[in-house]
C-alpha cells in the first residue's frame, strides 16, 4: 500500500488563524480524501480531493472554512480558515488505492 | 443512507486470550464491502482486515478474523491471542461496491485495552 507521510504531527495555534496540513504520498494515486476526528469521536469525511477537478466537500464542510489544494497525483493540502476551538481535532488525510483507502498519521490540532 | 453500529464503547481483555468486537449495518445493497481498522494512540489508521459480501468465506489475517452474517448484517472482528500492541480503537467500516474507494461510513469505534 502506499506510504503518507502528513506535515505538521501537531499544531497549537491560537483562534482566528489559519493552518494548511500538507499530505504527501509516495506514489500516484487518483483519490485522496480528508478527514476530521473530534476528541473522542470516530472519523467525519470533510471532502474528496481528485487531481484536475475541485474538491467535492460533504454536508457541513464549505471551502471557504477548509479550502483544499490537489496540484498534483501525490500531494495535497488542507486549509483550517479563521479557526476557533471547536476545531480541535485530528485531521486526516487518506488515499484510495483498489477499493481501500489507507491513512496518512494524522495532524493534531489544538486551537487556543 | 448506509449506517454503521459498533455496540461496544469499550472491551478489555487479557493477554493471550480471545476477544470479539461486534458490528452490525444497515444497507439495502447487496454488494459492498466491510473494513476493520486499528487505530492505536500514535492515532494512525492501520488496515486490519477487508471481507467482499460476495465472498461466503469469512477473511483471515494471521490472529485477526472476522465473522461475516450477510443476512443478519453483521461483521464482528475475533483477536485471537491477544497481545499488548493490540490496545486501541476499533473502527468498522462499510463501502458500497459501486464507490471504489470512496464514501467510507465508519462506525462509532470501540475502545479494546489489553490486560496484561
Known amino acids: 500500500s502506499a506510504v503518507i507521510s502528513q506535515k505538521p504531527s501537531r499544531d497549537i495555534c491560537q483562534r482566528g488563524t489559519s493552518l494548511t496540513i500538507q499530505c504527501q504520498v509516495d506514489?500516484?494515486?487518483?483519490?485522496m480524501f480528508w478527514y476530521r476526528q473530534q476528541p473522542g469521536q470516530s472519523l467525519t469525511l470533510i471532502a474528496t480531493?481528485?487531481?484536475?477537478?475541485?474538491?467535492?466537500?460533504e454536508s457541513g464542510f464549505v471551502i471557504d472554512k477548509f479550502p483544499i489544494s490537489r496540484p498534483n497525483l501525490t500531494f495535497s493540502t488542507l486549509t483550517v480558515s479563521n479557526m476557533s476551538p471547536e476545531d480541535s481535532s485530528i485531521y486526516l488525510c487518506?488515499?484510495?488505492?483498489?477499493?481501500?483507502?489507507?491513512f496518512g498519521p494524522g495532524t493534531r490540532l489544538t486551537v487556543l | 443512507a448506509q449506517t454503521v453500529t459498533q455496540s461496544q464503547p469499550e472491551m478489555s481483555v487479557q493477554e493471550a486470550e480471545t476477544v470479539t468486537l461486534s458490528c452490525t449495518y444497515d444497507?439495502?445493497?447487496?454488494?459492498?464491502?466491510l473494513f476493520w481498522y486499528k487505530q492505536p494512540p500514535s492515532r494512525q489508521m492501520i488496515l486490519v482486515i477487508r471481507?467482499?459480501?460476495?465472498?461466503?468465506q469469512n477473511a483471515t489475517e494471521n490472529r485477526f478474523s472476522v465473522n461475516f452474517q450477510k443476512a443478519a448484517k453483521s461483521f464482528s472482528l475475533k483477536i485471537s491471542d491477544s497481545q499488548l500492541g493490540d490496545a486501541a480503537m476499533y473502527f468498522c467500516?462499510?463501502?458500497?461496491?459501486?464507490?471504489?474507494?470512496?464514501?467510507?461510513?465508519f462506525g462509532p469505534g470501540t475502545r479494546l485495552s489489553v490486560l496484561p
Open positions: 480531493a481528485n487531481q484536475g477537478s475541485e474538491a467535492t466537500y
Open positions: 467500516a462499510y463501502r458500497s461496491a459501486d464507490n471504489y474507494g470512496q464514501n467510507f461510513v
Open positions: 471481507q467482499e459480501a460476495y465472498k461466503q
Open positions: 487518506s488515499v484510495g488505492e483498489r477499493g481501500t483507502q489507507y
Open positions: 444497507t439495502s445493497e447487496g454488494d459492498y464491502y
Open positions: 506514489s500516484q494515486v487518483t483519490m
